[in-house]
């Protein structure tokens, strides 16, 4: 029996009208009870999809309609059902963010690619760093620093000149966002095991947000980062193009 699809897509006009082309052809299912959720769009849309499954886990399949596609397959209308069957399966394990803020608030996110922390004004931000309670670093200046999933490695981190890591590496990238000081250090890796403590030191003149994908909080004090392994999200990609290909073709590029 082919499994029913449910197609999810970003909001411009063309992405729109390959859904409707393609529901057209395969049908459309609710999205709850769908077998694989199907997303038209860009590695953004991706993420939103991603964040959308994370009740009900269901596989999502996405065709690429944005600028970098490295979540997405390639778009083609034909032997979709096909591409589905034989498709290989990555599963992410998110990170869970704990924010205390300066009010005293605690704030709970989850996040698929990586948690960051970012200066808020012009003044370098102080911050200590801690693994499993143990003080690593106990100043580093820098405009910010961020832990990447290796989902999430070949995004913002890879910006910052972090590492790409397959998913079988069972590691997460810390990595420093224009470190001042120490200049050069560039950061490290960690085990998925690990829990990464952010301390905001001068948080009244160095005010600091720290940023769970899409989701702000600001004059934070305090951040904990942790994988959540109790979530698995499954991403599908064509034959022969799975997750660990792409990140190893990544890094031969120019």
């Not at 038209?40 to 596609?69: I, K, Q």
């Not at 911050?127 to 490695?153: Q, Y």
């Amino acid at each position: 029996m082919a499994p029913r699809l449910a197609f999810l897509a970003s909001d411009r006009p063309d992405v729109q009208a390959a859904r409707a082309a393609l529901a057209s052809r395969y049908g459309d299912a609710p999205e709850g009870d769908a077998d694989v959720v199907v997303a038209l769009g860009g590695d953004g849309f991706m993420l939103e999809t991603l964040h959308r499954a994370l009740a009900s886990r269901r596989p999502v399949y996405g065709m690429n309609r944005g600028s970098v596609g490295f979540l997405m397959n390639d778009y083609n209308e034909s032997g979709l059902l096909e591409r589905i069957a034989s498709a290989e399966k990555a599963v992410i394990h998110p990170l869970a963010m704990t924010a205390r803020d300066a009010a005293g608030a605690v704030h709970e996110v989850i996040a698929i690619n990586d948690v960051y922390l970012l200066r808020q004004t012009y003044q370098t931000a102080k911050l200590r760093i801690l693994i499993d309670g143990k003080v690593r670093m106990a100043e580093l200046f820098c405009d910010g620093i961020l832990v990447a999933t290796p989902a999430g490695s070949t995004a913002y981190n890879l910006s910052a000149h972090g590492p790409i890591i397959p998913l079988s590496g069972e590691v997460l990238a810390l990595t420093p966002i224009s470190a001042f000081r120490p200049r050069r250090w560039r950061g490290a890796l960690l085990s998925h095991k690990d829990k990464v403590t952010f301390e905001v030191l001068e948080s009244e003149k160095r005010p600091v947000s720290a940023v769970a994908d899409n989701v702000e909080v600001r004059d934070v004090i305090q951040v904990d980062v942790v994988e959540d392994r109790s979530i698995s999200l499954t991403v599908l990609f064509d034959a022969g193009r799975g997750f660990e290909e792409r990140v190893l073709a990544e890094q031969f590029t120019a």
